[in-house]
């Protein structure tokens, strides 16, 4: 699949996308879900991914586990090494089977792999799992954990009625850029920040989407608008030391930032909508390049943002970071033969290059891994300059 240029103001270099390994069990005949029963091999609705040089590690959120595979596969259906969160690689259920809050994890969603840590957004146990080092057995006992008070502690927000510089609620993702460590505290309607990675028990040093940090309002209490400082459900966050995005889902919009992001101000660029203000879905007209319907995830390489169009069963791409205004069209999709189309596998088969509700990317020296969640499986495609 190729990149065409779509945006006549950006300077667009072709780029060919190629879907290269397939992880999780295939699909048979192409037309039936592939299996979910938890082994090394199969995945059940995957949320979060994450690659570099050493590793893949993966999501398995329906099977409340973290997959690792040492390296990035090759082959399809590579037997993952390492499996978090369950006592073996046939085994499922949270909080491994309600017996071990502090190994066990009830729909783990967000991981990235920083300074040699682990970190794993724990989703509906309310909480950031980090483990100091890669972890090099199954089941291995995180180090400690960011929203709760240790990792016996489950209980969205603490147990407390109103948030808290310390708590969480239904945290979803997490990165480090630019010297300071964010988490996205989807329940809350917010985004924690700290300078530096966060040891255990420390409060957030800033946040953004509220006015403070015992507020929990969807949209700021704007009632059926957004703003330019307001989330309904920020899912995922990317960016460099110049620009940082966030996938506001729940406003079917990605919004932008320029420069050091450490404190509650505007965003510049709005993606997915005509402006800060609106927030509608739109599900029964063609999408086009510019439309978003729940951009869970982002990924940012360089100057090549990605957007997983959760929804519309795609990824878009923008070749040249926004830097202001709204409503950018994209330069380049896969997942669908063009812009219009948004079905789940094209309303055909599940093929290699198909999508269905995709809920975790990550880009890395030009290589895109893919959460395709409705799909089972993790995907890894190469994204080449096309000469």
């Not at 300077?11 to 295939?26: D, R, S, V, Y």
């Not at 932008?256 to 599900?283: H, M, T, Y």
Request: aromatic letters at 12%; charged letters at 25%; proline letters at 5%.
């Amino acid at each position: 699949m190729t990149a065409t240029k779509q945006n006549p103001e950006s300077e667009i270099l072709n780029l060919k996308f190629q879907p290269k390994t397939w992880l999780g069990a295939k699909s048979p005949f192409g037309i039936a879900l592939p299996e979910a029963k938890p082994s090394k091999t199969t995945l059940y609705a995957p949320r979060g991914v994450f690659l570099n040089d050493d590793y893949l590690v993966a999501s398995d959120s329906g099977n409340h586990r973290v997959l690792i595979w040492k390296g990035i596969p090759e082959t399809d259906e590579t037997p993952a090494d390492i499996v978090l969160g369950q006592k073996d690689f046939e085994t499922e259920g949270a909080r491994a089977k309600n017996t071990d809050s502090e190994r066990g994890f009830h729909l783990p969603t967000g991981v990235k792999i920083i300074e040699g840590k682990l970190f794993l957004a724990d989703s509906w146990h309310h909480r950031i799992l980090v483990w100091n080092e890669m972890p090099t057995e199954n089941f291995q006992k995180p180090d400690y954990a960011i929203g709760q008070a240790d990792l016996n502690g489950i209980e969205k927000n603490r147990g407390n009625e109103k948030c808290s510089a310390e708590s969480l609620y239904w945290c979803y993702g997490l990165n480090y850029i630019d010297g300071k460590f964010y988490v996205a505290d989807t329940g809350n309607r917010r985004v924690l920040g700290w300078f530096g990675i966060p040891d255990a028990n420390q409060p957030a040093d800033f946040v953004i989407g509220q006015d403070d940090f015992e507020t929990s309002l969807e949209n700021r209490g704007l009632e059926q608008k957004s703003d330019e400082k307001s989330f309904r459900w920020v899912h995922e966050l990317a960016g460099n030391e110049k620009h940082i995005y966030f996938a506001d889902a729940g406003n079917h919009r990605v919004l932008g930032w320029n420069g050091e992001l450490n404190s509650d101000r505007k965003a510049e660029v709005v993606l997915g909508q005509e402006d800060f203000i609106k927030n509608g879905e739109f599900p029964y007209i063609k999408q086009g390049a510019s439309r978003f319907r729940f951009p869970y995830s982002i990924a940012v390489e360089d100057d090549l943002l990605a957007v997983a169009d959760t929804a519309n069963n795609r990824v878009l791409f923008y070749k040249g970071l926004p830097t202001s205004g709204a409503f950018r069209p994209a330069d380049a999709v896969i997942g669908q033969p063009n812009f219009d189309e948004n079905g789940e596998n094209r309303w055909k088969m599940v093929e290699r290059d198909t999508l269905c509700w995709v809920y975790g990317i990550h880009l890395h020296k030009g290589t895109l891994a893919v959460a395709d969640s409705g799909n089972n499986r993790v995907m890894i495609w190469q994204i080449e300059k096309e000469i």
